[in-house]
């Protein structure tokens, strides 16, 4: 083989590495869950709990994706039908390229080294009565792996990976503090070296002081082992600090998905910029200043029976008719950020036709400060003036242009 001939070879296997590792490693189309809600002596279906209600996102292979959102958003549902512990009611989960939607129990056996869960509650995901040395060995145990040097050395070294001592191979669950037991659960969550791990509010049950720990953990474990993380948490801070993108989930729904930097620097959607201001800023300085915080009018409504058109728009103080008939579709309005809303912030508006806001609009505005809402107003005019400008000058180029020639 000729020189040239092996030079082109290598390309090519280089060129097809990296069209593989540009493809996602998990993506989610049209993600469907609602658990059946059943009356009566013949237990027939009344209605159903829309958990999940048509998802889509795509996870790329070495980033952490967080998910934030309120209490029953939805957002634990979510990480438990990607990892297949829930059987999805509709869409399609794909892994590494391979539908694992529907794949049976005995099918999704060899994939569960690929994908593995820290569970939220770091003591009730672990069994009281077996040890710690049994808890992290059980899946080298079922999926018959038999680890170099044996299983009782690999978990020690486990162990010793997430800074806890070997010797606390033979100890129970209840002799270890909170978050000695979270550090269990990601030592068995490795043990099997899967490629995406993902944390359901994996720090959530810890002192502050512990969360750091924890949280440092896992970024140094990503860099050693180049994991995949799917983090879902209520804490903004967290997600900030860990996070490459983050996707904003309201009632079963993503909202907004956007990289960090841009989300918590430019918040398109009502709700996202809502959530930022609830983060506190730790700044002696700022104490006697004016909260700016947005609050928000009401609970989430009842994924029974969520409202009609975008599910935001009965606590939104910028809704419209169109936000009470049109379901907002999510659409990518800058490079790297996608937003559903008709309205969106820092951004030309979408619907700008309708400007008559709803009641329940009118009432939630009336929570807003008046800061906020001017410099809603402000940044929105601002960014259309400049889009028409943008706009003009185009169109001129493009009619000079056409004069000569």
Same mark, same amino acid.
């Given at each position: 083989?000729?020189?040239?001939?092996?030079?082109?070879?290598?390309?090519?296997?280089?060129?097809?590495?990296?069209?593989?590792?540009?493809?996602?490693?998990?993506?989610?189309?049209?993600?469907?869950?609602?658990?059946?809600?059943?009356?009566?002596?013949?237990?027939?279906?009344?209605?159903?709990?829309?958990?999940?209600?048509?998802?889509?996102?795509?996870?790329?292979?070495?980033? *952490?994706?967080?998910?934030?959102?309120?209490? &029953?958003?939805?957002?634990?549902?979510?990480?438990?039908?990607?990892?297949?512990?829930?059987?999805?009611?509709?869409?399609?989960?794909?892994?590494?390229?391979?539908?694992?939607?529907?794949?049976?129990?005995?099918?999704?056996?060899?994939?569960?080294?690929?994908?593995?869960?820290?569970?939220?509650?770091?003591?009730?995901?672990?069994?009281?009565?077996?040890?710690?040395?049994?808890?992290?060995?059980?899946?080298?145990?079922?999926?018959?792996?038999?680890?170099?040097?044996?299983?009782?050395?690999?978990?020690?070294?486990?162990?010793?990976?997430?800074?806890?001592?070997?010797?606390?191979?033979?100890?129970?669950?209840?002799?270890?503090?909170?978050?000695?037991?979270?550090?269990?659960?990601?030592?068995?969550?490795?043990?099997?070296?899967?490629?995406?791990?993902?944390?359901?509010?994996?720090?959530?049950?810890?002192?502050?002081?512990? $969360?750091?720990?924890?949280?440092?953990?896992?970024?140094?474990? #990503?860099?050693?082992?180049? +994991?995949?993380?799917?983090?879902?948490?209520?804490?903004?801070?967290?997600?900030?600090?860990?996070?490459?993108?983050?996707?904003? @989930?309201? +009632?079963?729904?993503?909202?907004?998905?956007?990289?960090?930097? #841009?989300?918590?620097?430019?918040? @398109?959607?009502?709700?996202?910029?809502?959530?930022?201001?609830?983060?506190?800023?730790?700044?002696?300085?700022? &104490?006697?200043?004016?909260?700016?915080?947005?609050?928000?009018?009401?609970?989430?409504?009842?994924?029974?029976?969520?409202?009609? &058109?975008?599910?935001?728009?009965?606590? !939104?103080?910028?809704?419209?008719?169109?936000?009470?008939?049109?379901?907002?579709?999510?659409?990518?309005?800058?490079?790297? #950020?996608?937003?559903? !809303?008709?309205?969106?912030?820092?951004?030309?508006?979408?619907?700008? $036709?309708? *400007?008559?806001?709803? *009641?329940?609009?009118?009432?939630?505005?009336?929570?807003?400060?008046?800061?906020?809402?001017?410099?809603?107003?402000?940044?929105?005019?601002?960014?259309?003036?400049?889009?028409?400008?943008?706009?003009?000058?185009?169109?001129?180029?493009?009619?000079?242009?056409?004069?000569?020639?």
């Amino acid at each position: 083989m000729s020189e040239t001939e092996t030079r082109a070879g290598t390309s090519a296997v280089t060129t097809e590495k990296a069209s593989e590792d540009e493809k996602p490693l998990l993506r989610v189309e049209g993600l469907v869950k609602h658990f059946p809600i059943k009356k009566g002596l013949l237990q027939r279906q009344a209605g159903a709990v829309k958990a999940v209600d048509g998802i889509d996102f795509e996870v790329r292979r070495g980033e *952490t994706l967080g998910v934030v959102g309120e209490s &029953g958003c939805g957002k634990s549902t979510m990480g438990r039908l990607i990892t297949r512990l829930l059987e999805p009611t509709g869409g399609r989960i794909e892994f590494d390229g391979t539908d694992i939607t529907h794949l049976s129990t005995g099918g999704m056996r060899p994939l569960r080294r690929d994908v593995q869960m820290i569970f939220q509650d770091p003591y009730g995901s672990l069994n009281p009565r077996h040890t710690i040395g049994t808890i992290v060995s059980a899946p080298f145990r079922l999926q018959g792996v038999e680890p170099e040097g044996g299983v009782k050395k690999e978990v020690q070294r486990l162990l010793d990976l997430v800074g806890l001592s070997p010797e606390h191979y033979n100890r129970y669950p209840h002799e270890f503090s909170g978050g000695q037991r979270q550090r269990i659960g990601i030592a068995r969550a490795l043990a099997l070296k899967p490629r995406m791990v993902v944390a359901d509010e994996p720090v959530s049950a810890l002192d502050v002081s512990i $969360q750091a720990q924890v949280v440092n953990l896992m970024d140094d474990l #990503q860099e050693e082992l180049g +994991l995949t993380y799917v983090i879902i948490a209520h804490d903004l801070s967290v997600v900030r600090h860990v996070s490459d993108r983050v996707a904003v @989930m309201y +009632l079963g729904k993503i909202v907004e998905l956007a990289d960090r930097d #841009q989300l918590y620097t430019a918040p @398109m959607h009502p709700y996202t910029k809502a959530l930022m201001s609830a983060v506190p800023v730790p700044d002696p300085r700022r &104490g006697a200043a004016k909260s700016e915080r947005i609050l928000l009018r009401g609970d989430v409504p009842s994924p029974i029976s969520p409202p009609s &058109g975008c599910r935001f728009h009965t606590r !939104c103080w910028k809704a419209t008719e169109i936000c009470r008939t049109t379901e907002p579709p999510l659409l990518e309005l800058r490079p790297g #950020q996608s937003v559903a !809303c008709h309205h969106p912030e820092n951004f030309e508006d979408q619907a700008p $036709q309708d *400007t008559v806001l709803l *009641t329940a609009a009118k009432e939630a505005a009336e929570l807003v400060s008046d800061e906020v809402l001017a410099e809603s107003a402000e940044t929105s005019a601002a960014v259309a003036a400049e889009v028409s400008k943008a706009e003009a000058a185009k169109e001129t180029e493009t009619t000079e242009n056409t004069e000569d020639k």
